[in-house]
């Protein structure tokens, strides 16, 4: 009986934090599903006054129409040195970007770096779907070795194009980087896990810690060629072994708190 009345508790409602609109995601895509983790949290923290959003230039650089919040857009790749203007002149702010593995990992390469050995205290959002999802599935800096995409139609030639990167291990060598994280989205339990650690990174912005970034490994089953269920598939099969989820950076402050 307990167990039944639990279930009819459960009540799941569009957050305050999104506007009750659709979006222009493509079927299948957790572009959906990272919005309304951030927006969950957010909301839950009490601090959606307080935020504001930096859109990339990408998949979501419509975002600022689905948050129901501040926002400014950023040049392509330039998201990370907006938000770090916009915290240093408003530090009581809580200043986050959401990023894809183009805008974060290609042209913001050197962005992401700096604002990251600085010891930025901002929220990095980074969707990785190893892909240029919104040109046409271009190759990035993200994708597989021989995965498949418009400009690698033989696949990913690591003689020729260089090896992937990695970027959560990347930034975690950094000293000012504080809280760094790889999570996925293909599963309800990872889907958890992943919300959890993005509260945890906006909590570690709130103790003025410093930098903070939380990868999300996201499916594209457009660019891919799967159905959306296959897409979460793949994920598992293929971007797990190469880009392995857990904890790269967690300063010892940030342990001795655990996420709620």
């Known amino acids: 009986m307990a167990e039944e009345k639990l279930v009819e508790s459960l009540i799941y409602a569009k957050p305050e934090s999104l506007y009750p609109v659709g979006t222009h995601y ?6 959906g599903v990272a919005h309304r983790l951030i927006a969950e949290v957010i909301d839950e923290l009490g601090v959606r006054e307080e935020t504001i959003g930096v859109a ?37 702010k809580i200043v986050f970007t959401y990023q894809g593995d183009g805008d974060l990992a290609s042209i913001g390469m050197a962005e992401i770096i700096h604002a990251a050995a600085r010891g930025e205290n901002i929220t990095v959002i980074f969707i990785n779907n190893a892909n240029y999802g919104m040109t046409g599935g271009q190759m990035a800096p993200t994708t597989l070795p021989g995965q498949k995409t418009t400009s690698s139609p033989l ?3 690591v003689e020729m194009h260089g090896f992937p990167i990695r970027v959560a291990e990347l930034l975690s060598q950094l000293d000012g980087a504080v809280y760094v994280v790889r999570r996925s989205l ?11 650690a993005i509260r945890q990174a906006f909590e570690v912005q709130q103790q003025g810690l410093g930098f903070s970034m939380v990868e999300l490994l996201s499916s594209c089953p457009i660019n891919w060629g799967l159905p959306p269920v296959e897409a979460l598939q793949w994920i598992e099969d293929h971007m797990l072994p190469a880009y392995p989820l857990g904890d790269y950076k967690v300063h010892p402050a940030i342990a001795k708190k655990p996420t709620r």
């Open 155 to 157: 696949g990913r030639d």
């Open 186 to 196: 293909h599963s309800v339990a990872n889907i958890r896990k992943a919300k959890k």
């Open 56 to 92: 990339p230039v990408g998949c979501a650089v419509f975002a600022y129409n689905y948050f129901n919040m501040d926002f400014a857009e950023a040049a392509h790749g330039r998201a990370p040195a907006m938000a770090t203007g916009i915290k240093r002149v408003s530090p009581d």
């Open 26 to 31: 493509c079927p299948g895509c957790t572009h």
